[in-house]
């Protein structure tokens, strides 16, 4: 990790007391955290046999140990994904070639239902370690990791493609070696965009950390230790206290999380923000604080901060030069022919291979049907953002234009927004089955239970940062009702309510997989639709069928995106923007 | 071409010789920046080079470091050909290009680090250079707590600390304000003329004219579009220089009289009115109504009345000379002024736009815009002439690309349409990027 390096220069260290309160503090967490993470981990070493013969318990007190076996599937997916943003982002933006394939790649991989290629994925770790929890763990880990990465990434290759053209000058004519440019300039340069992306990710992560831990590929079933796999007994053996105690543990996870991971890591990445001036009052945290404070903490980071700066500042460079004609050659007209003509040939195969597959099980009446199911799903996705944009945008603004009410209220909507509202399924389901509800209409808010959150928090944002001068010209010439609704305070707000409209549209169609059929106890409540249709083809393991519903559902929501999301964005950050 | 005069201590340090750069425009055409240039620094010099925004001296000054490889001629440094970025050569940005992520030590050490020079030497160094310029006590600062010409002083140690044979500047004061401008600029002068700084020579990329004349020994005019070493001056006067001493004042009369004859250098001034038309393929400069309007008043006004030595009229209207030389020049383009010999004078016009009111003087800019800016006769005839009185922003675009790169061209078209806008000559709706006769709403 990087370290606050001005934390060492602040204070002098001899005068300070030998040990101070914070020191006391810190031993505690540190140490705290050690034990639980050795326990953690230990246990996913063993053969999955041993595994299956301890059930899931569904005492209260079995919780926190679950708990920290879904915060280590995390932290294990995040890692993984930040070292595959470092690897995929840097090459997208610096090898034009590369970039060619890459970051369509990635646009597609953005569109693709997380919870549909769970089943291969589970399939393909488990062969990969037979008979270990590994495997299973992995697979889970992956699937966190699907959801996470993809935004990290852009947001990297985002960052490496805006580089400010000065500061790329002063490290080319200083000659630092491409190791150097990485972690001195690319790296802090993209910190911000990427801090926030992976507070993004995470949060959305919840939810299929949830989803990963009980799933069922045919005959296998998979239960994984932790919050997911307590929630999915819960629902079998129809235990709604058990429920509620997952909903209290999954709260105070991710309160922990976000004070002491993300607080500390938004409020420390703040140094990397490029505007040279001073704007609004950075941000703080208590963790970064008592880490900068406290003895210990320095005792024990800091040899790790200046290992690795020091790794940072290191010249290295490639040992063999590239030959100046090897180099030119390689970057010439015909060898981009080659390389496209590489890329479609490679294109055509992976077409075929697709197209075989699925059509050894499926027909073209079938397809059609999917496609049907798709149109079903996707007006399911659009009357609730349209519902839900109804209800949050002027909720939104109320809270948005009210500081006080802001300040306290934001937080609350960005954790709602990172809780897995699988978790409060079950609740919905007893009501749907008590109340003889049609679940064709009554699992579709399910949908959007957890992602209309993006779209309040994200106009709150933008009802706050409306310019005040403009408040008051407006309720200088006495603009009100529908004149102040429509000609202010909706086109301030609309470029942030487009970010918030979009993140929520993608999840909605991610969640359909989940909401579409759900159950408690023996009960199946299913609804018609394209999640309905991957979520049974994934129980009955019927893998051209998963294909084809992934594909169709990928198809569905880049056209929504194209059609819809990016047009109105583009018009959005033309015409509307503030600043 | 001219070639600049090779000094007289030994081999130069740079020498370029008929270098050409140019960018693609599309598959035939490319885009003229610099034009054959060739020159030559020494040890021991100060060489300015001097030209307005968009005269390609920035562009040369990549190129000598190594930054930017040229379309065509060759940049020697010590001799050897320039390959990429050149050992024992810093660079100091008009934007400061501080890290801001880097403490001002951490800014400074960062040169060294490249060079894989060890930790307690790195740190003396670097040391040394921030003493040096100023900064002592500032060195856990972040660029963000400083003010403007702190920054730039780190951008300085920041250079001096690799110990280079040649530091490049590029516009290195010209962000800042003038009183902290002209503290810096002395305190490098200073610097310099005591033997203090640990390079040999300097290169300065400067579009304001006294700066050029305080500062080198030699400066380099450049005309632009394409980019010409269109003149060589040295200056003698010794250091420190009085601005106000009539010799200083000679040579900035003499540079300004020179820049401002833009087409043909080094010809007589006074040439026919005709070549300051604007073709179709001259580029606009952004200089907004306003601004004109304003210029013309100041100029008929007292103490002018009518006639204005360019310096003077700088000083007084506390502009730079590379701001005021766009709008004399627009003025000259519109028949509204003449410029000759460094002075500009109203025309019968230019004074007529002064004395009306509102509306009359719309309609004798919108006369002067299509009398004279060929593009906006262009646009208006290709409206009235197409049934439908539209047409689109492209069909114009596309029209002047053959002539000048994609940003300036757009930025001629918006120059022509706020024109418009203000002349009434035609309309522009940005909805649907056409243009049109009148405006509908």
Redesign the interface.
């Known amino acids: 990790m990087f370290l606050p390096?001005?934390a060492g220069?602040?204070t002098d260290p001899g005068r300070r007391p030998l040990v101070s309160a914070f020191d006391l503090f810190a031993f505690v967490l540190v140490f705290g955290l050690f034990a639980l993470f050795t326990q953690g981990t230990q246990q996913t070493l063993i053969p999955i046999a041993d595994m299956e013969q301890v059930p899931i318990s569904l005492s209260p007190w079995a919780l926190p140990e679950y708990a920290l076996r879904t915060t280590l599937r995390m932290l294990a997916a995040i890692i993984a994904s930040l070292i595959f943003t470092f690897a995929y982002g840097a090459l997208a933006a610096k090898s034009r070639r590369a970039e060619m394939v890459l970051i369509p790649v990635l646009d597609i991989l953005q569109s693709v239902p997380v919870l549909g290629f769970l089943s291969f994925t589970v399939l393909f770790f488990m062969n990969l370690f037979p008979g270990q929890v590994i495997g299973v763990e992995m697979a889970a880990v992956f699937a966190i990791f699907t959801s996470q990465a993809w935004n990290m990434t852009f947001s990297f290759y985002q960052s490496l493609k805006t580089l400010?053209r000065?500061?790329e000058?002063?490290s080319?004519?200083?000659?630092?070696?491409g190791w150097?440019r990485f972690w001195?300039?690319e790296v802090?340069f993209s910190?911000p965009g990427l801090v926030w992306n992976t507070m993004m990710s995470m949060s959305g992560g919840w939810f299929f950390v949830v989803a990963s831990e009980a799933i069922s590929v045919g005959n296998t079933t998979i239960t994984l230790p932790g919050i997911g796999a307590y929630v999915s007994t819960a629902i079998a053996e129809k235990d709604l206290v058990a429920v509620g105690w997952s909903v209290l543990a999954m709260l105070v996870i991710i309160l922990i999380y976000d004070q002491l991971l993300f607080r500390p890591l938004v409020a420390w990445a703040d140094?990397?923000?490029?505007?040279?001036?001073?704007g609004a009052p950075p941000p703080r945290s208590w963790v970064l604080d008592l880490v900068k404070r406290a003895h210990l903490f320095r005792l024990v980071l800091s040899p790790l901060g200046s290992l690795f700066r020091g790794a940072a500042?290191m010249?290295l460079r490639s040992p063999v030069p590239v030959p100046h004609h090897v180099s030119r050659a390689w970057a010439s007209r015909p060898m981009d022919g080659v390389w496209t003509a590489m890329v479609i040939g490679v294109a055509l195969y992976g077409l075929w291979l697709i197209v075989s597959f699925v059509a050894t099980e499926v027909g073209w009446r079938e397809v059609l049907n999917v496609v049907w199911l798709g149109f079903l799903t996707l007006i399911r996705v659009a009357v609730l953002i349209a519902l839900a944009s109804l209800v949050w945008v002027p909720v939104g603004v109320w809270i948005g234009l009210r500081p006080k009410v802001a300040n306290a209220l934001q937080p609350v909507a960005q954790f709602l927004a990172a809780f897995p509202a699988n978790i409060v399924f079950p609740f919905a389901v007893v009501m749907i089955v008590r109340f003889g509800l049609d679940p064709n209409v009554w699992l579709s808010p399910l949908m959007i239970l957890g992602t209309q959150w993006y779209i309040l928090f994200n106009v709150i944002a933008g009802a706050s940062a409306f310019p005040n001068d403009m408040k008051e010209a407006a309720s200088s010439f006495h603009l009100k009702g529908a004149q102040w609704w429509f000609k202010v305070i909706l086109p301030g707000v609309f470029p942030y309510y487009v970010t918030g409209a979009l993140t929520a549209s993608g999840g909605s169609w991610n969640a359909s997989i989940v909401a579409e059929v759900a159950s408690w106890g023996n009960t199946t409540l299913r609804a018609e639709g394209l999640g309905s249709y991957i979520a049974e083809a994934t129980t009955a393991a019927d893998f051209p069928r998963i294909t084809l519903g992934i594909a169709i559902m990928s198809l569905y929501v880049m056209a929504f995106n194209r059609t819809l999301w990016r047009p109105l964005f583009t018009f959005a950050s033309k015409r509307l923007r503030l600043d | 071409m001219l070639e600049t005069a090779a000094s007289k201590a030994g081999t130069p340090l740079v020498e370029v010789s008929h270098v050409v750069q140019s960018f693609k425009k599309n598959d035939n055409n490319r885009f003229l920046v610099l034009d054959d240039v060739s020159l030559s620094i020494a040890e021991g010099e100060i060489v300015g080079l001097l030209g307005r925004s968009g005269s390609g001296k920035s562009t040369l000054l990549r190129i000598i470091s190594g930054l930017v490889p040229p379309y065509a001629g060759e940049v020697k440094w010590c001799g050897e050909a320039v390959k990429g970025p050149c050992k024992g050569l810093s660079m100091v940005f008009q934007t400061f290009a501080l890290f801001p992520w880097l403490t001002v030590l951490q800014n400074v050490e960062i040169g060294l680090e490249a060079l894989g020079i060890d930790a307690t030497e790195r740190r003396r160094r670097a040391e040394q250079a921030i003493d040096l310029i100023g900064l002592g006590g500032f060195e856990s600062a972040y660029p963000k707590e400083l003010s403007g010409g702190m920054r730039q002083r780190v951008g300085f140690a920041r250079a001096l600390v690799v110990h280079p044979r040649l530091m490049l500047m590029d516009e290195p004061f010209s962000a800042l304000d003038v009183l902290t401008a002209e503290t810096l600029r002395t305190d490098i002068i200073d610097l310099w003329t005591d033997g203090l700084l640990p390079i040999k020579s300097i290169l300065i990329v400067t579009h304001n004219i006294e700066e050029a004349v305080l500062m080198c020994d030699r400066v380099l005019i450049f005309s632009s579009n394409p980019g010409r070493v269109a003149h060589e001056m040295p200056i003698t006067l010794p250091h420190p220089r009085d601005r106000l001493a009539p010799e200083f004042r000679e040579l900035v009369e003499d540079i300004y009289a020179r820049m401002t004859n833009r087409h043909a250098p080094g010809a007589t001034p006074g040439q026919g009115a005709a070549s300051h038309d604007a073709g179709l393929a001259t580029a606009l400069e952004p200089v907004s109504t306003n601004l004109m309007a304003g210029l013309l008043e100041e100029l008929a006004d007292a103490p002018y009345n009518g006639r204005a030595d360019l310096p003077a009229l700088a000083d007084g209207l506390n502009l730079s000379a590379d701001a005021l030389f766009p709008m004399a020049e627009t003025l000259q383009m519109l028949r509204f002024a003449e410029v000759t010999e460094g002075d500009i004078i109203l025309t019968p016009a230019g004074r007529a736009f002064v004395e009306a009111d509102v509306e009359p003087r719309k309609n004798q800019f919108a006369k002067q815009l299509l009398g004279h800016v060929a593009l906006a006769a262009h646009i208006r005839r290709v409206l009235e002439e197409r049934p439908s009185h539209r047409a689109p922003y492209s069909r114009f675009s596309e029209e002047l690309e053959d002539h000048m790169s994609e940003e300036f061209a757009e930025r001629t078209l918006r120059t022509v349409i706020s024109w418009a806008r203000y002349g009434e000559a035609f309309a522009y709706d940005e909805k649907t990027q056409q243009f049109s006769l009148e405006d509908e709403d």
Do not use: G, W
């Open positions: 390096s001005a220069k602040t400010p000065d500061l000058e002063v080319r004519s200083f000659r630092l070696t150097q001195r300039l802090p910190m140094r990397f923000r490029f505007e040279q001036s001073a500042r010249p």
